[in-house]
């Protein structure tokens, strides 16, 4: 996460983690968990305005784990919120940022998701931020 760091500097954006227990351990490989949660990392720090705060959570739920990454960023309109994880997806507001992006990243970080037999799903109000949810099942 080194260079989601060095973003989040230039941004003027902080970023806090908060995990209630030192070790959990979910059932995924590390270079899909890497690609996964880099990609919601960055994405929060890229759609936050300067100033902005990105937070990361972990929460055992059951015999899932929960890992929460929330902005206080731009948001996603309500109009576009159906398509967020569909190839190509670019946010009509995501413009105001002069951010750039392929829009295949959320799509391919639901397949890992799904592959993984997890389930990946957000909340967002436009002009609000956004909160992503990733839950995937404990090793055993």
């Known amino acids: ?3 989601s760091k060095l973003d989040a ?4 954006v902080s970023v806090s983690f908060v995990a209630k227990k030192k070790n959990i351990f979910v059932r995924i490989d590390r270079r899909h968990a890497h690609h996964i949660f880099l990609n919601l990392v960055d994405n929060a720090i890229k759609f936050c305005r300067d100033g902005g705060s990105v937070r990361i959570r972990i929460e055992e739920k059951g015999a899932g784990v ?8 731009i948001g996603i309109p309500e109009k576009d919120q159906a398509n967020v994880f569909s190839k190509f997806f670019g946010a009509t507001n995501a413009s105001q940022l002069d951010v750039s992006g392929t829009g295949l990243g959320l799509y391919v970080v639901k397949s890992y998701v799904e592959f993984w037999k997890g389930k990946i799903w957000f909340e967002s109000t436009e002009g609000k931020g956004t909160t992503f949810f990733v839950r995937l099942p404990k090793k055993k």
């Open 1 to 3: 996460m080194q260079d």
């Open 9 to 12: 500097e230039q941004a003027n």
């Open 66 to 73: 929960v890992v929460i990454v929330q902005d206080d960023g």
